[in-house]
């Protein structure tokens, strides 16, 4: 995890280190400013070494690059875009979060979800995802997944094989979806498969169990779900990175054993291990097994280490491989123009914003007459990232109008 806000260098040292010592593959972002992409730049230039591979930028930007980064664009949550049911602007909006990463020097985004919003008990999912229905969800994601790797970056759909079932927060325990696998497959699995066959540049692992798909053991490891239904079934020959290692979901699940998580989930056929607490023991764990693992384990490394390097070929972070399977959108090698900094687009970005939340705005209900000065109003705010002041531009605006509010 890195953080690019001028205020600390710990950790853009650190990756440093992790470059020069252990040759990691790339770092996910979290935190900074319009100036973060000097430093994510000098991180490319140092990775390269001697085989001129650099490393790969990640971020989570469901919302935007503003979701990270200062400067950038801010968009309504994904589930806003549901409600508004529009393909032209969640284009849009994946256009404009591809555009805005790659001045920021973000390469590869962890979007669009394509969990569905279909359990009101989800503490996690909720709001970032664009609905409950598989139909919807697949139409706006593939939109959303085709802009933004029009503007040159890698999507992820994630959180396969769907986080929408889950009565729990995979960040703090392991998830059990009780669904059956008729029900999955007519639900879940749709916006994934759908994915699957444009193909998508990445998808990411859900750290939940599935019974009826494979075992009691988080997807991220089951290989039932992840080699039988991703590969071998939705046919999906691209790029698999697990959800974050630290996640209570696959540490609870292997003992607190980062490098046992990773061994396991490279054998179910991942091929990205994001965000282990310690990459150290995770490399050495993994160079173990490919010592002692025999030519099945190597093998499978080479293929994770292949679709890994494709993927940089695309971006312009790597040579030529033998791998040649092309990432649809991506023209590589993509780099974005250097004279365009992050405000360039943030004005157009808050048009956007604007317009895919006014396009969001729904009745529930019958139609009521307007609200008049003097009505008592209640507000309630729903918001995922559990902040203080959440829904407090709506309560100003309808004090000033109405009076009375709660």
Partial sequence: MLDFRPATDEPYEQAEKWLDDLGVGGFIVFGGDEKAKKKIDSLKRRGRGPAGIGPVIAADLERGLGQQVRGGTVLPPLLALGAAQDEKLAHAAGALTGREARAAGIDWVFAPVLDLADLAENPIVQARALGHDPSLVTRLGLAWDQGLEEEGCIACGKHFPGHGGTAQD??????????????MEARDLVPFRAAAALPIGSF???HVAYPALGSDAPATIDAKIITGILRSSAKYDGVVVTDALVMSGITNATGGDEGRAAVLALEAGCDVLLFPK????VVRTVAAWARTGGQEARARLQDAVGRLLHMKRQLGLAGPSHFQRPIRGVRGPASPPQETPITATYLDGTKLARKIADAAITRVGEAKPPLAKGQKVLVLAIDDDDSEHGGLEVVLELQERLGEVR
């Fill in 278 to 281: 310690d990459p150290r023991a």
């Fill in 170 to 183: 995979s960040h703090d325990a392991l998830p059990r979806v009780t669904r059956s696998k008729e029900v």
């Fill in 204 to 206: 990411m692992t859900a």
